[in-house]
Nanobody, 112 residues
Framework: QVQLVESGGGLVQAGGSLRLSCTASIFSPNNMGWYRQAPGKQRELVAVITSRGGTAYANSVKGRFTISRDNNTVYLQMNSLKPEDTAIYYC??????????WGQGTQVTVSS
């Protein structure tokens, strides 16, 4: 069974930084990404990266967050954090033959 193991969440003051990591138990050429879900809101895409390093970001995080990838590990460097970035962050690995794989989620809390 494929597993995505996340780490790096926590509590930080506004303006601070955190780095999330996610390691997949398989090597895959598919896209990897980060999503987040705040209380009472739908899960939304934060950033995605292809196996060749192409990236895309939500407008709300452009210029503050950076996604990177090293084989089966994806990172999310989050700088200049805001209280509205508070959410559970989920790692995602795309699939061609079924539903995407998801991590268990890691809590990020930004205090004002």
């Amino acid at each position: 069974q494929v597993q995505l193991v996340e780490s790096g969440g926590g509590l930080v003051q506004a303006g601070g930084s955190l780095r999330l990591s996610c390691t997949a138990s398989i090597f895959s050429p598919n896209n990897m990404g980060w999503y987040r879900q705040a209380p009472g809101k739908q899960r939304e895409l934060v950033a995605v990266i292809t196996s060749r390093g192409g990236t895309a970001y939500a407008n709300s995080v452009k210029g503050r967050f950076t996604i990177s990838r090293d084989n089966n590990t994806v990172y999310l460097q989050m700088n200049s954090l805001k209280p509205e970035d508070t959410a559970i962050y989920y790692c995602n690995l795309g699939r061609n033959d079924g539903p995407d794989y998801w991590g268990q989620g890691t809590q990020v809390t930004v205090s004002s």
